[in-house]
T-cell receptor, first 114, second 110 residues
C-alpha cells in the first residue's frame, strides 16, 4: 500500500520532447507538491497545490505545467525538455491541518534529458 | 529571506562515535523545523520534528532560537545511520512551503 506513488520511476528522453510525470496519494491529504532534486542532491520546491488549487509556484519556467484533477493526484507536464531539466523529481503530500511540514514523499522520478 | 544552511556536505564518523549534523536557519517568524532522512535506494522520510521533542532511532534535535540552530545529534552512531540527512523549515506563506537545506551525507565507518 504505497502512500505516495509516482510514475514513471525513470524517464530518458531527447531534448525538445514533451513528457509527463504522474503522482497519486492515498493518504487523504489535501496538499501536494513537486520538488526537484539536482545532481548535488539539493531539494527545491517547485509547486504546491491545496485542494486542487495552485498555492505556490516557485518561479519555475512555464514549460512546467502542473495539473491537479483532484486532491489525490498531481501531475507534472514538461514541454520542450532541456538538458538542465535532468534531475530527480519528487512528489510529496501533507495535511494542512498538521501544519504542512510533515511531508510524505514519493520514490522519485529520475529524468534524463539527452 | 528564509534559508536553511547545512554547512557540512559530508560527515564521516566511526561506529560508536557521537555524531552531530549541523543546521542553521534564517526566518523572522516562528519556525517549524524538521529533519528528513534518505537511506540508500529509499524515499525521503521524516525523521523528527522539533515540536514533538522526541527521539527517533536514537537521534534528537533541539531548537535553539538564540543561535537559530536545529542540530541533529546521536550519542553512538551505527552503520545503518549512513544516509543523506536534510534539515527543513516549514513556512506558511498563504500556503505551506517547506524549504530544505542542501543536505549532509553521513557515512558511519565500521
Amino acid at each position: 500500500d504505497t502512500a505516495v506513488s509516482q510514475t514513471p520511476k525513470y524517464l530518458v528522453t531527447q531534448m525538445g520532447n514533451d513528457k509527463s510525470i504522474k503522482c497519486e496519494q492515498n493518504l487523504g491529504h489535501d496538499t501536494m507538491y513537486w520538488y526537484k532534486q539536482d545532481s548535488k542532491k539539493f531539494l527545491k520546491i517547485m509547486f504546491s497545490y491545496n485542494n486542487k488549487e495552485l498555492i505556490i509556484n516557485e518561479t519555475v519556467p512555464n514549460r512546467f505545467s502542473p495539473k491537479s484533477p483532484d486532491k489525490a493526484h498531481l501531475n507534472l507536464h514538461i514541454n520542450s525538455l532541456e538538458l538542465g531539466d535532468s534531475a530527480v523529481y519528487f512528489c510529496a503530500s501533507s495535511q494542512s491541518a498538521e501544519g504542512g511540514g510533515k511531508l510524505f514523499f514519493g520514490s522519485g522520478t529520475q529524468l534524463s534529458v539527452l | 529571506a528564509q534559508r536553511v544552511t547545512q554547512p557540512e556536505k559530508l560527515l564521516s564518523v566511526f561506529k560508536g562515535a557521537p555524531v552531530e549534523l549541523k543546521c542553521n536557519y534564517s526566518y523572522s517568524g516562528s519556525p517549524e523545523l524538521f529533519w528528513y532522512v534518505q537511506y540508500s535506494r529509499q524515499r525521503l522520510q521524516l525523521l523528527l520534528r522539533h515540536i514533538s521533542r522526541e527521539s527517533i532511532k536514537g537521534f534528537t534535535a533541539d531548537l535553539n532560537k538564540g543561535e537559530t540552530s536545529f542540530h541533529l545529534k546521536k550519542p553512538f552512531a551505527q552503520e545503518e545511520d549512513s544516509a543523506m540527512y536534510y534539515c527543513a523549515l516549514s513556512l506558511n506563506t498563504g500556503g505551506f512551503k517547506t524549504i530544505f537545506g542542501a543536505g549532509t551525507r553521513l557515512f558511519v565507518k565500521a
